[in-house]
């Protein structure tokens, strides 16, 4: 009975009237080829032996999305968290590279690689309403606490377009985003990648990849305070929502670096798969999920006792990581493989592999 009962459920949600982060128009989802069991994973990881799930709790899922950005075919793919299918594929422009959700859920930023722009998508519509031009070689976005400024990490290369080798050091663009204009830019370090906020938001941590260390900016003078050296080609950090430890990726070495933010010092480094480039911290702190792109694989590092606590495969060369705002599900992009895998973050049982566009690297998630 429970079985038929999710079931209808899940039917009986594609006709809701979805709020903001869901679509007014469905597109017809491409066929998930190599999806296998997704609807009966995803029933089995709605139930529990001791507490059935309520219609408000499926009702909130399919009321939210994650977006990704398939760097290999200049689009922006939506998928619909409680069916697991892309409701909608959306033209972006050239090498989209990272995607990120405003704080107010309103709309959806593209950073687009190759196009040298940053362009926001209506997540109401799913249209692009405003692009943004910056310099060569933007990577990263994130956002002030109230929605009204956007931070991103663009590496000022040669007009070629080479994006290795350079000397040159980046800065980080400060974006009015009402008007999408830039109002400052930070010089950080070489190649600066990922980037992310403290939970206080008064500071920035920059992941520079070419000059192995990581810029601490101070958000109200929008100057670096600090610069930190780790190992070699940090693509990511993850702060701690208590804002006591960064962990940061290390590309070419095979390790998560940990930054004890008390002394702005690295206090440990972690082994995990290989060429780990993005990772991502549950809100509660407990864990970072790290994507692996050399091992195709996601290691989970307990932030209490700073060790790997498990080891979850997944597709071909895992880039992105993203995870829903009440911790249960982890969401990871498989650039060689085209498609997100889904975590149960309870169980470490991946429930889902869902089919997106091609090279898809950035992932948010919008609930």
Sequence with gaps: MMKKRAISLFASMLLLTLTACSQKVLQEPPNNSGSQSIQSNLENALQTPTKNTTQSEINNMSQYYFYTANEDESSVSAVNVATMQTTASIPVGKGPHNVQVTPDRNFVFVVENKSNTVSAIDTKTNKITKTIKVREGPKHIIFSKDSKTAYVTVTEMAETGEMSGSDKKGNVYVVDIATGTVKNKIPVGKMPHGLRMSPDGKNLYVANSNSNDISVIDLSSNKVIKTIKVGKKPAQVAVT???????????????????????????????????????????????????????????????????????????????????????????????????????????????????????????????
């Design 241 to 367: 929502p208590d804002n006591k430890q960064v962990f940061v990726t290390i590309g070419d070495e095979n390790r998560v670096d940990v930054i004890d933010t008390s002394t702005m010092s690295v206090k440990k480094s972690i082994p995990v798969g290989k060429t780990p480039v993005q990772d991502f911290v549950t809100p509660d702190g407990k864990f970072i999920y790290v994507a692996n792109t050399g091992s195709d694989s996601i290691s989970v590092i307990k932030t209490e006792t700073l060790d790997v606590a498990a080891t979850i495969a997944a597709g071909s060369k895992a880039h992105g990581v993203a995870i829903s705002k009440d911790g249960k599900y982890v969401f990871v992009t498989n650039a060689g493989s085209g498609n997100v895998t889904v975590v149960d973050a309870k169980s470490n049982v991946v429930i889902a592999t869902v089919a997106v566009g091609k090279g898809p690297r950035g992932i948010t998630v919008c609930d």
